[in-house]
């Protein structure tokens, strides 16, 4: 099964209401071996905006996840190296 091509994607997680739950999208993120750093864009709201740098792409993070993860995928972009402005994956906090 293919886990996509490595490299930044832009990920957006909503769901966020706390300081505790950005460490928990802190944590959840940074225990997936797949990660290699996590740069925050943005905030705003209940809305987080990151850069991922990943050693595959979205769809092996999304397998490493697994379904204990606070973090569900809602939607993703196409693979490839390069983030499009427009294009970005989404997550929802449990």
Do not use: F
Not at 3 to 31: C, N
Not at 44 to 65: A, K
Request: overall charge negative; cysteine-free; hydrophobic content about 40%.
């Amino acid at each position: 099964m293919d886990s996509g091509v490595p490299g930044v994607y832009r990920a957006v997680i909503t769901g966020i209401g706390s300081a505790d739950d950005y460490l928990r999208v802190s944590a959840a993120l940074q225990g997936v071996s797949v990660v290699r750093s996590i740069r925050p864009v943005s905030a705003n709201g209940d809305r987080m905006e990151v850069d991922l740098e990943l050693l595959t792409g979205i769809s092996g993070l999304n397998r490493m996840l697994g379904d204990n993860s606070p973090l569900v995928p809602v939607s993703v972009p196409t693979e490839g190296p390069i983030i499009l402005e427009n294009e970005h994956a989404e997550y929802r906090l449990k």
